[in-house]
């Protein structure tokens, strides 16, 4: 990946009715997603990862905590 990219997807945070923090197809770190952002941010998601939980992987087969808010500039 070059640095020029900006990452592999733009989007807003969002939350389901499960209480997973999401942004399109992938769900995003909760424990990280808490700590560092709030609902309706936008977001630039750097990597993906296949998502290892069971419990939510049939919603959202990406995972990502690779991420940063889409107005900060690298």
Do not use: H, W
Not at 13 to 27: A, R, S, T, V
Not at 30 to 43: N, R
Not at 64 to 72: D, E, K, M, Q, T
């Amino acid at each position: 990946m070059s640095k020029e990219k900006k990452g592999i997807y733009t989007g807003i945070i969002e939350k389901d009715n499960d209480g997973n923090y999401f942004c399109g197809e992938y769900l995003l770190d909760y424990q990280y997603t808490e700590a560092k952002f709030k609902l309706g941010d936008e977001i630039n998601i750097k990597t993906v990862i296949e998502n290892p939980s069971d419990k939510s992987y049939g919603k959202y087969p990406k995972k990502s905590r690779n991420f940063f808010l889409a107005n900060l500039k690298e």
